[in-house]
């Protein structure tokens, strides 16, 4: 029965598609594109107004027959303004910021409304749910985010949404569907911390780290293959934590982020390393460069080298997809 | 996977919606509370206050099976006191106990919606009875209300603001008002009902009986209720003429006079009618009885399908099948002058000579007297009459308790009653001289509507006359009143009769400007149930050949009427969009941000910054800015970047112009 009224939808939906095609970043809502239909408490509603009618006629009440025929009226108003609260309503799209896989997507959407009437309880529905409605001002605007969870690294694409209102009076329910191309990158799910950033070669564990001019910026757990000279040991005696210490600083030395420095790794679990190490070298603040299969990024600091880093791994041909 | 947080419903929130909810229910359910057993509206206060514990006090909520329990008991309970479930009053009743019982069970928006439903079917069973236009009134204020609860209840996010839903409301309902008036008039009706519906307790409220009592009242309250209402098509009579008649009393048992059983004859076909006939129609006002009031004496047509009857007291009824709670409305056709020629056998003779062996003996020695002398039947009604005449007989409405022998007192002790006292001892009287006799109530007179052109008929216009046989004249009218208090008969109404502390309760109706609005209003009530409450098959008929919309067949008027229906509804939605789409027309988009650089310049001009030339450029308005007012330089070049940003950039999420915004109100 569900399944049934969803591919119901989905079959209608695709109809829409046709009809309209893809819709640009911006779309004022046109009366071609709105559709309505009673909810089931509007069903019942009409229901209750015949039973109503039955009775006025079986009594010969004259101010029942005006109750049934007010309420008749009511509903034949209630859907006119049902429609006319998405009727030129502006949808916009503003985008989603990129993520890491496992996050979830959230796609900004804006609903303008430029006449000089609120607009009530519109809300947004993606694949069976729906968010929060708002109210719309006139002449303002209000932002709705439509959250999709993501798996995998690369593209996230919003698909297909739906703009819904039931206002005034829940008894009918007037939406459009918006097939905008929107899309969300997606970063590779980061690796667990703790694989120590590689060293730049030439230069390898050997090297003496030199403390003394840098500043000391946090502590964070150790793991397998630190440096011991960068143990916390004062911390340790006293947590029985072993952490090490990080230090900030133009001084360090720049490393190099190697898609072949990980050949026991499958391309995946590659690709997680080394946005878990371009993130811990952003996060100490080092300058680093990425080589990867097809893109090679010089080194570079800075979030815009980090997003720039990240992007490149999310979009990276493995190969293997 | 959860895309969206569930809709914040703070406890506030949820607060809210129930107090709206049981504003909602009160108000839907108050119409009922004085026609209710008490227990029902008590059940309700107890609902809602316990609703109110478990959402204040957090109280616990009911299990289920109290509450079944609870609702088979109340179900039992109604079904007990009124034998029934079919019905309007048990209906209602059922339906309060069920919105108790729902109220108390209500938790979120769902059951919410499921009260409002009921509540607007709780107005629709109060509509079912109402009539007045001011119960139309207040019953249309609480279906606004209602609509207002729909409104608000029906949301998923916070509530809004009363006045915005209280005026959304309104104008929902009056854009469904033309509508509902094209239905009204349009909607196919039916002459008889569905299904047979069990009979609502209509009291009667007639002020005549199936009894004459007089003995036993002391104290006859003029009711100001209206029996009914008379609209002549040619010229009316005289005021003395004005006898409507109604029930006649046969039987007499010494103190109380009652009706006979019909004894079935054709009376009315022997009657001979004479004069003028005198055309006009009655709206009877309901009885809860069959009786039909006319004028004396009305002459039915041969046809059968006629909705009124004859009896063989000259009474009208209404056929039996004619539901007792509707209002008559009749055409008819009377003479104020005839000959009732009822051919009386010996066996009726004695009916209406009977008298009780040991009753009245001295109103019998009174009357043997008279008849010494061997006079005629007509001598023997002066004789009667110059006696009520001569003796000092007074009319009043609170006449003193009568005893044992009600008639004998009253002719010559007490000397005080009203018209069924001279009624009832008259017709005694002509019973103990041998003429067959009878007492006939009804109404005399009635009040001219100047306004609406027709007269009124209260029940303080009641009356009651005496009906003599005399052969070769059939029944003849006596009416001993006339000797008594002949302004009574011949003004026709005791307003304009009786002054003074002698009739109770009309002080207000003696001021002349107040008896003037009431017959206005009374001429807009007409109006209102002629139109409104009155507009049935016939009234739809006669409109629709007027609009030359008539078909001769029923089916045929009837598709064309559910034609009409549809075409109505399809010009209001015309109407409806075109009239929505104005009102959300598009705007070209309020230039936000020329605006905020316009409250700009008006504060810069208060610092002495000379208004922007139409040609000025804003960046050159803003250079000129910065030297008139170096030490703020800095703040008006971020501001006419800011507009410039707004205005001329893409900015979708409308940063820009809310930094133009703030920079502007915190410039000084």
New interface residues.
Partial sequence: MFAAARSLENWAASWARRRQGADSHSVVLKRRRIYILPTRFGSIFALMVFVMLLGSLNYGASLGFMLTFLLTGLGLVLMHHCHGNLLGCEIKMLGAHPVFAGERAEFRVALRNDTGQPRHEIELAHQGHATNPVDVAPGTQETLRIAVPTERRGWVALGRFAVVTRHPGGLFRAWTWVHMDARCLVYPRPAPPGRPLPESAGHGLGGKPDLGDADFAGLRPAAPGDPPQRIAWKAFARSDVLLLKQFAGGDREPCELDWDALPYLAPEARLSQLARWCLDAAADARTFGLKIPGARLPLGAGPQHLGACLEALALCETGER | ?????P??STPAAELARLHWTIAIVAGATLPHWPLLPFWVPLLLGVAIAWRLAIAALEWPVPIRTLRLLLALAAFCIVLFSYRTING?EAGSALLVVMIALKVLESKGRRDQ?VLI?LS??L??AS?????GPFT?LY?LLL?WLT?VG??QL????PL?RLRSTGA?AGR??L???????A??VL?P??PG???A?QGTSTSATSGLGDTVNPGDITSLALSDEIAFRVEFSSPPPPARDLYWRGPSMTNFDGRTWSMAIDYRRKAAASIEYLGAPIEYRVMLETTGRNWAFALEMPKLPPDERAPLRMGGDYQLRTFPGISRG?RLDYRLTSYTRFRALDPLDDADRELFRRLPPESSPRTRALVQSWLADNPTPEQVIERGMDYLRSQPFFYTLTPPRLGDQPVDEFLFDTREGFCEHYASAFTLMMRAAGLPARIVTGYQGGELNGVGGYYIIRQSDAHAWTEVWLEGRGWVRVDPVSAVAPERVALGSWHNALAGDRVPGTALGRLEWVRRALLVWDAAATTWNEW?????PQLQRGLLDALGFGGVTGSERWSKLMLLCVGA?LA??LL??LQ??W????????D?AARELAAFTRRLARLDVAPRAPTEGPVAYGERAENRLPHAAQEIRAIIAAYLRARYESD???SALAELRTRVAAFR
Wanted: no cysteine.
């Fill in positions: 996977m959860k895309l969206a947080t809709a914040s309007v919606l439903m607007y079917f107005l629709f509509l079912l009875t109402a009539r139309a019953l279906v609509t729909l409104v029906s949301r998923r996010g809004l959304l929902l309902l854009q469904s008002l033309p509508l509902m008036l239905l009204f909607f009706r039916l009902p569905l299904w519906v509707t409104v409450i009155g507009y049935g509804m209001g939605s409806l969009t929505l789409a009102r959300r027309r598009r705007r070209t988009p309020p936000d979708a999420d409308m």
